[in-house]
């Protein structure tokens, strides 16, 4: 078989319990069966149900968490997103079959985005803010250490400073385009080699900025750190 034909060719993906606890929880949001601020039965008793353990469901939550379809509430437990409905209907999709200008187009869109909120996160920032951001760097330099992929870890890190700069829309506009970053980062392999390492001392500057209230230069520092997915993105559309 000549090789080109080779390339029409895709990767089996097998589905984990994880993958199969996702899919049966957003079909119960988008049949109507669960609805916004409706409050989720216990990692253990959903566990049960399911017939896997509490470690899987918890990981299924945090994913449906990422991608805005869920939250958990202090002393409230983990219940359905109003936003997150809206996301099921299309705004947000599970895999967005991203192709060169459509891929670039996304990632211009990011860094309109995340340069202003890393500037607003710098004014408006709270000691909660700084926290969850912390954490957020520090799951993300865990996983690099460890040498596991770090995408969402990565993702997850530029979503809490979007919180920070207290701008819903902006908040909810990366809501709406990380997830298909994401995605494609994953299949195409993007974040491979020694990026991650360069990536995490780019975080560490970013948030650095942050926390010392540096509005233009937290800014400056984002797009400096979105600029090789950028230039990787333009090599995509040509």
């Known amino acids: 078989m000549d090789s080109h034909l080779l390339d029409n060719f895709k990767e089996i993906i097998i589905e984990t319990p994880v993958d199969k606890i996702i899919k049966q929880i957003k079909k119960l949001i988008s049949s109507g069966q669960l609805q916004p601020g409706d409050k989720l039965p216990s990692e253990r008793m959903l566990s049960q149900k399911f017939g896997v353990g509490r470690t899987q469901v918890r990981d299924a939550i945090r994913k449906l968490e ?4 869920l939250k958990t509430l202090p002393q409230s437990g983990t219940v359905v997103a109003g936003f997150g409905v809206t996301a099921l209907e299309g705004l947000i999709s599970d895999v967005l079959q991203l192709q060169g200008a459509d891929f670039h187009s996304l990632v211009e869109t990011r860094v309109l985005l995340e340069v202003n909120t890393a500037r607003f996160a710098a004014i408006r920032r709270t000691e909660d803010d700084l926290v969850s951001i912390r954490n957020a ?5 865990k996983a690099v250490k460890e040498g596991r992929p770090s ?13 920070a700069s207290k701008n819903t829309v902006l908040n909810s506009l990366m809501l709406i385009i990380t997830p298909d970053i994401l995605t494609y980062f994953t299949e195409n392999n993007v974040c491979s ?9 780019e975080h560490h500057i970013i948030l ?12 400056d520092a984002m797009r400096k750190h979105l600029d090789d997915i950028l230039n990787y993105s333009q090599q995509t559309d040509k």
């Open 66 to 69: 990422f991608y805005g379809i």
């Open 137 to 141: 760097l520090r799951e993300y330099e």
């Open 151 to 163: 995408v969402e870890e990565d993702l997850m890190f530029h979503l809490k400073i979007a919180e």
């Open 193 to 201: 080699g020694n990026r991650p390492v360069s990536a995490l001392e």
């Open 208 to 219: 650095n900025h942050i926390i010392e209230g540096e509005p233009d230069f937290a800014a």
